[in-house]
């Protein structure tokens, strides 16, 4: 055969690039010894194209194609391997895949008649796997839990920066990033939308904070948006349809003081101008309660120092998530406490900041302004929400040392 002809041969013989296994983890607590649903994400190359599927079967999965054994207890990854060998079995020529996205492909044992089923790759079709898929209900469908990335042009305000220019230094957290644009030199915070335990809501949270990133453009006080962190769409099954973009994550500019979580835990506070930050934090809230937005999760590790010393409040989707102990008394049984109406949510806002402003008192060096401090931050606290001290009316009293 010449090389041309290998060449080809290659090119029409699809591979595996494996992703992530899946279980339902329900099976552990119902003393089962197998899960009832399971789950494999692959990239499946084909010729020039690259086609994201996640195979998903529902009931009891039988390991004895090949011999007869009993049944066992199976360790984890002997479940994930022995499916893995099972899905690369199929012939995924015959299914309608769905571009540029990913293709769930759902399998479940159920009755005859059966209309639509599986084709298995040439050389298996009389064995027991035949028989198997045989009994098996196939539907095909987009994948509902994929990762989502949002569309470039809906931020047009935020300029867009290529991951290929990021030099990645450590993570801070699950899914957030201190890197450097390795040709300006300049060091961010980039939060990735694929981080770890992706769940869809979390692009709508991604997507919320893109849009007040644009809001507070410029706001002091307000953590500031460096750019979009881009790449080449991941799901693009075919090059020659042209090059998409996405966001895969959004860059921040980065504030060297650490957070004011990491400041009290070390104790570091009297050494720094503290005194400024009520009215920054202030202030900053109350940007938003203008703007007709709350932040819901006011606390000390969403407060990040300045190299200049001054407050910047951060996470500022307003939907991400709440602290339990950071919620005002009153919403703290509540369910949803993001669907609360503004006015309820305004109020509890108002509350956190009054505790991080009582966290403070209690971490602060004497000084006048203390017995300030404690006062306001009481006011802001009161049981009856509909007298709490509002914002401005704080700022006010901070201001003039009253």
Not at 123 to 145: M, N, P, Q, V, Y
Not at 370 to 393: E, F, G, H, W
Request: aromatic fraction near 8%.
């Amino acid at each position: 055969m010449t090389d041309t002809a290998l060449s080809s041969a290659h090119c029409l013989s699809p591979s595996f690039e494996l992703k992530s296994y899946h279980e339902d983890t329900d099976f552990l607590a119902q003393g089962k010894p197998e899960p009832d649903i399971r789950s494999q994400t692959f990239i499946y190359h084909l010729s020039d194209q690259c086609w994201w599927i996640k195979v998903t079967f529902t009931g009891e999965f039988p390991y004895n194609f090949n011999k007869a054994s009993p049944t066992k207890i199976r360790r984890k990854r002997e479940r994930r391997e022995g499916y893995q060998e099972f899905i690369q079995l199929i012939d995924y020529r015959s299914l309608p895949l769905l571009k540029d996205t990913v293709t769930e492909v759902l399998l479940e044992e159920a009755a005859p008649p059966i209309s639509k089923t599986l084709t298995l790759k040439y050389g298996f079709e009389d064995t027991k796997i035949s028989t198997f898929i045989s009994r098996l209900r196939l539907t095909i469908r987009e994948d509902a839990r994929r990762v989502v990335y949002p569309s470039i042009s809906r931020f047009p305000s935020i300029p867009p920066i290529k991951t290929s220019q990021l030099v990645f230094e450590e993570e801070v957290t699950d899914g957030v990033f201190r890197v450097i644009d390795k040709a300006l030199g300049i060091s961010y915070i980039l939060k990735v939308v694929n981080r770890p335990l992706y769940q869809p809501r979390d692009t709508e949270v991604m997507e919320k904070e893109l849009e007040n990133l644009e809001e507070f453009k410029g706001v002091p006080g307000i953590v500031q948006a460096a750019g979009l962190a881009v790449s080449t769409d991941p799901y693009t099954t075919s090059m020659k349809d042209g090059q998409r973009w996405v966001i895969s994550g959004v860059l921040l500019e980065y504030y060297g003081g650490g957070s004011l979580q990491n400041i009290l835990d070390e104790q570091r506070m009297k050494d720094l101008p503290w005194e400024r930050w009520p009215i920054q934090i202030g202030t900053a809230l109350h940007r938003f309660h203008v703007a007709k937005k709350t932040h819901m999760d006011l606390k000390p590790s969403n407060i990040v120092i300045h190299g200049d010393g001054n407050a910047i409040l951060i996470d500022v989707s307003g939907i991400g998530g709440i602290t339990h102990q950071w919620l005002a008394p009153e919403i703290r049984n509540e369910i949803s406490p993001l669907d609360l109406t503004f006015h309820i949510r305004q109020l509890n806002d108002t509350w956190a900041l009054g505790k991080l402003l009582s966290l403070l008192v209690s971490n602060a060096r004497d000084s006048p302004f203390v017995c300030t401090l404690k006062n306001v931050a009481n006011d802001l606290m009161a049981d009856n929400s509909q007298v709490r001290l509002a914002i401005p009316d704080a700022i006010c009293r901070l201001e003039s040392g009253q």
